[in-house]
Nanobody, 118 residues
Framework: QVQLVESGGGLVQPGGSLRLSCAAS????????TGWSRQVPGKQRELIAR???????YYADAVKGRFTISRDNAKDMVYLQMDSLKPEDTAAYYC????????????WGQGTQVTVSS
């Protein structure tokens, strides 16, 4: 079972930036689709960004143009650069690997909390 560990969250003012990191217990990010999801209390977790092994990316409309997903195969890391943050981006953020139907393949990690507030 792959273990995923997210980090990099915190408190940031509106308009600010954060970079989230995701580490895996094995070299999987170059093999599987990898994505970032977020969840706020009382709502379903939503996939907001995804990158394929070939480098194709997907972004939810809510984050398109502000967030960038990237991968470093040598370090087995996936990142989410978040710019121009808004209060509505406040959520717990999680990474996971996905199949072609965008179903999560690993158990969810602890996530990392992002709070956007002045």
């Amino acid at each position: 079972q792959v273990q995923l560990v997210e980090s990099g969250g915190g408190l940031v003012q509106p308009g600010g930036s954060l970079r989230l990191s995701c580490a895996a217990s094995g070299s999987i990010f170059s093999i599987y689709r990898t994505g970032w999801s977020r969840q706020v209390p009382g709502k379903q977790r939503e996939l907001i960004a995804r990158i394929t092994p070939g480098g194709s990316t997907y972004y939810a409309d809510a984050v398109k143009g502000r967030f960038t997903i990237s991968r470093d195969n040598a370090k087995d890391m996936v990142y989410l650069q978040m710019d121009s943050l808004k209060p509505e981006d406040t959520a717990a953020y999680y990474c996971n690997i996905y199949d072609i139907y965008e179903r999560a393949l690993s158990s969810w990690g602890q996530g990392t909390q992002v709070t956007v507030s002045s």
